[in-house]
């Protein structure tokens, strides 16, 4: 995690990206730190969102065109908590794509939706709107205004 960090924006971007993957990393602690360490936030939370959405295409992309048994192989789940995960993403529809970022089921929402063939436009209107929020959110607790 150190390294990311030594990096910088850059380090913040790897970090983001690969967090929206299966990868166990936090995009929100190398973020922390950064806005610690006086980097600029409107661009820590723009370059935050736009590398944790590009993590989740790949994981909609995934969904997309893999198979159902690859998918379940690579989530290790089975028939029946695929089928309740398909449910639950029939339940909320599209809104359940604003929680992409919520560790443990963001990940397997954002391949859900490939699978369901969901719109790619709505995907990453949805996607790109939760995990900003997010970000934004964090960066303001953190340092007590809204970035610009």
Not at 15 to 26: D, G, K, R, V
Not at 78 to 106: C, M, Q
Not at 107 to 129: H, M, S, Y
């Amino acid at each position: 995690m150190e390294l990311l960090i030594d990096y910088g924006y850059q380090g913040l971007f790897v970090a983001a990206f690969l967090s929206a993957t299966i990868l166990p990393l936090s995009s929100e602690l190398v973020l922390t730190t950064l806005l610690l360490n006086g980097l600029s936030p409107t661009w820590l939370v723009i370059i935050a969102t736009v590398g944790n959405v590009l993590g989740s295409l790949i994981n909609y992309c995934l969904g997309f065109w893999a198979s159902k048994s690859f998918i379940q192989k690579w989530l290790r789940i089975s028939d029946a908590d695929f089928l309740k995960a398909e449910h639950r993403f029939n339940k909320y529809g599209l809104t359940a794509l604003l929680f992409a970022w919520v560790p443990i089921i963001g990940d397997p929402i954002t391949v859900i939706a490939g699978i369901l063939r969901v719109k790619l436009l709505w995907f990453i209107i949805l996607v790109t709107t939760g995990k900003f929020l997010r970000y934004f959110l964090l960066a303001y607790f953190l340092i007590g205004e809204f970035p610009s």
